[in-house]
C-alpha cells in the first residue's frame, strides 16, 4: 500500500506522522480488476476506501436502465464513508475504470481512531460538507448549464486530477468510454461527441482513444463557465 498517497486522503488530514503511519497500518489493502465491481448499490457495507492507484467510478442506474456517473475517483480520493455512519444500503455501485489498489477501513477501526483522534472526525466532517457542496453544484449544471458546458467543465475537472502537463498540451488520460463520459456530464452519447467534435474543429482540444490533449486550457474553462 502506498502511504505516500493515503496522506492524501482527508481521512489523514491533520494528523502527524506517527499517527498517520499507525492509521495506514489499520488498514486493509485490496486489489479490484479493470470492470470489476466492488459493490452494488444497495448493497450493506461498512467500509470505506481510499484509492491508492488507478481510477474508480461511482454510478446509479435508473428503474429503466439508464446509468448515471456521480463520480471518477483517483489516488487520494476517498468513497464509502456514507455507510459508517448511516447504516443503511450503498447509495451507488462502485466499479473498477482501471485496475485498482485500495487501502480500506472498517466501522470498529474507524470507531477508535474518531474517539482517540477528533482530527479524523473534523476531516471526515470536511469531506462530506464537500461532497454535499459538490452535489449542488452538479444540480446546478443540471439546471443552467448546456451540455458543451457541462463537457468543457468535466475535462477541466479531470485535467486537475489526472492531467500531465506536456510541449503540445495537458495529457489527460481520463480512462472512460465515450458512453461513460456522458453519463457523467448526464447527456447523451451524440450530444457529448458533437461538442467534444466542436471543440477539436476550434482547437481547444485533441481527441485520443480514452484521453484527451488539452491545447487551449484557457478558452475550454471559460466555456465551462
Known amino acids: 500500500m502506498d502511504h505516500d498517497v493515503l496522506r492524501q486522503a482527508p481521512l489523514f488530514s491533520g494528523l502527524d506522522d506517527e499517527a498517520a503511519a499507525s492509521l495506514g497500518s489499520s488498514m486493509t489493502s485490496l486489489t479490484i480488476r479493470r470492470g470489476e465491481v466492488l459493490f452494488h448499490e444497495g448493497d450493506s457495507g ?75 472526525s473534523r476531516a471526515l466532517l470536511h469531506q462530506l460538507a464537500a461532497r454535499l457542496r459538490r452535489t449542488n453544484e452538479v444540480v446546478a449544471d443540471l439546471v443552467f448549464s448546456d451540455v458543451p458546458g457541462r463537457v468543457a467543465k468535466a475535462l477541466m475537472d479531470l485535467s486537475s486530477r489526472f492531467g500531465r502537463k506536456a510541449d503540445d498540451g495537458i495529457h489527460v488520460h481520463h480512462d472512460l468510454t465515450q458512453e461513460e463520459l456522458a453519463q457523467l456530464v448526464g447527456a447523451s452519447r451524440e450530444t457529448v461527441n458533437k461538442a467534444l467534435a466542436d471543440f477539436a474543429m476550434r482547437g481547444w482540444l485533441r481527441l485520443e482513444p480514452r484521453s484527451v490533449v488539452i491545447l487551449d486550457p484557457e478558452r475550454l474553462s471559460k466555456r465551462s463557465r
Open 46 to 120: 461498512d467500509r470505506l476506501y481510499v484509492v491508492t492507484d488507478g481510477k474508480i467510478k461511482l454510478g446509479r442506474t435508473s428503474a429503466d436502465g439508464r446509468e448515471n456517473l456521480l463520480a471518477i475517483l483517483g489516488p487520494g480520493q476517498m468513497f464509502g464513508e456514507l455507510s459508517l455512519f448511516d447504516p443503511g444500503p450503498r447509495s451507488a455501485t462502485a466499479t473498477a475504470v482501471t485496475d485498482v489498489d485500495m487501502g480500506s477501513l472498517g466501522h470498529e477501526e474507524l470507531t477508535k481512531w474518531l474517539v482517540e483522534h477528533p482530527n479524523v
